[in-house]
């Protein structure tokens, strides 16, 4: 009886009690470290299923275009002197005709899109999607091609083409025909030009032939898609505008908008335009192209330069999660050095199998989080998954003391404890900062605490 009095006591004194409890930090990343296993596999699960929502809907949409595409014939003439057998001279004219292609892009380009988001849900999974109205419209200048063409070459107008390269057609929801001039152009599956550029839909001309040097074409069409509309500014000015309402678009492919109205029309979201020079890229206005043999580098040259909008939803409720249980081990330390303080400046002992099962607590506070983050929205699954950690922990804590007032102490140091590694989530750059202050504060209220504690 006495040997285990004395082992009983030697366990509950404190320089004992810290190292066992060191100890016991090792032992709870073992089902922490498994907890953090679910929630992989959740998110895992989680974005397949978006991705088949996404995928269903649409996914990311690139726009390119209008592509003018004239093919015309070159005509060359060969003459050469041919002396036979006798000495007698004759001269030989040979006509040469070559068919060649050349690509030409709008002088100017004006384009404007309205981007509607919504919520895809299937069951308790949801996807951000968005459906795209988009008028396109400018004006071509072929006075170059006119001018090379008044004496050696005529342009084959019946067998021009227009091009516009869109990543998903599935995806198109309405058109208009393409007005071209004074003409309407029905519009026809397939780019035309799939080496080059892709899936899309073209026009014919019809041998439409243009009565002046610039012509004017407008289009409009409606799409779907989700998390990115990037946009080519293949005009030698190209201007646009799009307008969301989603309040935080990122916008992608390196140019900012020169314009952003953090409130559209609608009241909401935002409205954000460019203008971009052609000076921007890396292709020129008018070139010929071998329609035959188009290499991958000439495609990535005309997809170098893409501007518009990335819409992610901001709260990805597995994702904050995980970036939380980076510090799964931290939060037990802490806890525990709260109790520890409690516990030594209060006449009862709390029992090592009490701190065990706190450590557990904590750690079932990821799985919670990420269940209730599933139904609800992230912040509010938050303050419901800590709540009822702190306010079990508060219970147990009272029950073994016996004592309210540092049962209530232990509450609002583990509800700060929340608060603060919520913050992470927004502040991610002051981690390490507020991690070390948090350890030298509950630090020195454990050196405070033991200042007129007994030695065991």
Known sequence: MKSSFKISSLIESYPVKALLLVGLCYVLTFPLQKFEEIIEQRQTHYTSLKKDLRENWGGKQALTGPLLIVPYERHESSVNTITDEKGQSKILSKNIFTEKTLLILPERLNIEGQVDTEFKQSGINKALVYSAAIKLSGKFNMSQLMDECQRNCKILWNKAW??????????????????????????????????????????????????????????????????????????????????????????????????????????????????????????????????KNIDKAERAVLDSLQVGIQIESSVERYSNTLKLSQYALLFPILTFLCLFIVESNSQRKIPLSHYLLTGLLLGLFYLLLAALAEHREYLEAYYAAAGSITIIIFLTTWLNLRRFWPSLLLLILTSGLYAVFYSHLYFPDLTLLVAASLFIFVTSLLLVSNRKTKPS
């Open 162 to 291: 227009l091009s516009i390269a869109l990543k998903d057609t599935k995806t198109i929801l309405d058109t208009s025909n393409l007005q071209w001039a004074s003409k309407r152009l029905k519009l026809r599956p397939g780019s035309s030009l799939e080496k080059l550029v892709g899936n899309g839909f073209h026009a014919k001309i019809d041998g439409v032939k243009p009565k002046r040097e610039t012509v004017p074409f407008q289009l409009d069409l409606i799409l779907t898609g989700s998390n990115q509309l990037s946009i080519a500014p293949i005009g030698e000015v190209t201007k646009l505008n799009l307008t969301t309402n989603w309040p935080t678009p990122e916008f992608i492919g390196g140019i900012l908008p020169e314009i952003i109205n953090e409130e559209n029309t609608n009241g909401r979201g935002l409205s954000a335009t460019w203008e971009i020079p052609s000076l921007a890229r890396n292709y020129p206005q008018y070139r010929e192209i071998d329609l």
